[in-house]
């Protein structure tokens, strides 16, 4: 559904059939095993800005993530960020019944949609609220509670004290108190902060997979997917994971998921 308009910032796939799923094989890890490394030398805007314009995107095809948390954001090998796993994705309006805290808020007895809200704005950059402190700070948010303490918290909308001085916290508070009605509106607020900030490394450039070779690849993981229904999965999967096709300065190789 995203292919003919695709996100610089959500791992492109290639080819989707029942069985099996061809990806963009992104080769660092996670955002959780970025931080987690411990270096603080970290593109706080421009990864605002990735994210924020994945959500953006999502939006536009009328669609919530539904599962934002580091686990489920990968850095590629240039530090940029590509949102993944959209098996929560789900339309604007659903009832959101899953997620992880704190990139979720229970939402108490009452209050319409499911135990975490309607997927939308709310929802949605609630997450990212939450990824971006992550990031700022290279902790979790309410990492030193446990429990019902964080839940309760979360549900009260009890968030710690941050900066008012500091224009990144306050998009932060922004995001948890749903003050941007749309992603977008999130992204032009985030352009506006990293043109002001004395010192800012600003929003990094992103180059572009171009539609050869999307359309390469395509025909390639079609060839797969070919050797996988004539000669069985062992000899496709093993070719499929050690491919790649080089451009003039990169290599992308291939990832396989499993169909349910």
Known sequence: MLDPAPSLHIVRTFLCRPEITFMQFISNG?????IDEGDGNRPVISWMHQLSSAVAHLESFGLAHGDMKPANILVDDQDQLKLVDLDHAKPIGSDVEVGDDPYVRVHKVGKPGGCYGVAGPETEHF???????YITRGTELYSELQGHDVVNRLADRQFPDTDPDDPIDNIILNCWLTKFERAVDLLYEIERVAENISGSEGIRAVKSMSDEKYLAKKELCEGFH?????????QAVEIATTASLDSANESAPLSLSGGG
């Open 127 to 133: 997450a990212l609220g939450s990824v971006f402190w």
């Open 226 to 234: 070919n050797l996988l229904l004539e000669d069985g999965s062992d």
């Open 30 to 34: 996670t955002l959780k095993d970025r």
